[in-house]
């Protein structure tokens, strides 16, 4: 089963607008924690925004804001004033506790949504 | 502070051939890991190194596949003898052993493998 799932392979936004990238999850983990990265066409990958599952409250920075809704396994990305540079593909991941206490979170992700900022 | 850095940023090879690629974590961080996305598909997780010692390889596809981490400093990757479906780009992350902030994994900015 799929644990991480994005389900718009692709968004249109106009500059200026905000814009909800979704994401839900799927996770018998009491502890994991949720992670948005942005790659632009030059490849790399920018971490946006992180939200830990006993956080009382949504994560923001700048103009992202994630809208955790834990029961509904869901953790919308939110693009508020969208920019021509927003203009990327946006991943969603989720790192769970690591199997017998070891120390590897690694990440599980989504298959992505390629935002394009229309001028 | 320099990010993660991948070597090289892009590799053509033919089937059969042998490719190796390298990344060189952020100093420091002990926690390094190989992700793969194969064209269309999710990125997924190949291995785990802390420091020299690998934790977890059970994401590598099969035994053409090698990481090393020598001296727990920067890491190889060896696919030996590659075929078609190693084409997609490999991603490197690190990040500190602290299980009081989220554990961010910095990636680096990948190399993109294309078999013949």
């Known amino acids: 089963a799929q644990k991480i799932t994005q389900t718009q392979p692709g968004m249109f936004v106009q500059e200026k607008e905000a814009v909800t990238l979704d994401c839900t999850y799927d996770t018998s983990d009491p502890s994991y924690g949720l992670f948005w990265y942005k790659q632009p066409s030059s490849g790399e990958m920018i971490f946006l925004i992180y939200q830990g599952s006993y956080d009382q409250q949504n994560a923001t920075e700048g103009r992202y804001s994630l809208n955790f809704q834990k029961a509904r396994k869901s953790a919308n990305l939110v693009i508020s004033a969208s920019q021509l540079g927003d203009s990327a593909m946006y991943f969603c991941a989720m790192r769970e506790a690591p199997a017998g206490g070891g120390s590897n979170y690694k990440l599980t992700f989504g298959k992505g949504t390629l935002l394009t900022v229309n001028p | 502070e320099a990010g993660v850095t991948q070597f090289p940023s892009h590799s053509v090879i033919e089937k059969g051939q042998t490719v190796t690629l390298r990344c060189d974590p952020i100093s420091g961080h002990d926690n390094l890991y190989w992700y793969r996305r194969v064209m269309g598909k999710e990125i997924k997780f190949l291995l785990h190194?802390?420091?020299?010692?690998?934790?977890?390889e059970s994401g590598m596809p099969n035994n053409r596949f090698l990481a090393e981490r020598t001296g727990g400093t920067y890491s190889t990757l060896k696919v030996q003898p590659a075929e078609l479906e190693d084409s997609g780009v490999y991603f490197c992350a690190s990040s500190q052993e602290d299980r009081v902030i989220h554990n961010e994994q910095f990636f680096g900015p990948g190399t993109r493998l294309t078999v013949l």
């Open positions: 190194f802390v420091k020299e010692s690998k934790q977890d």
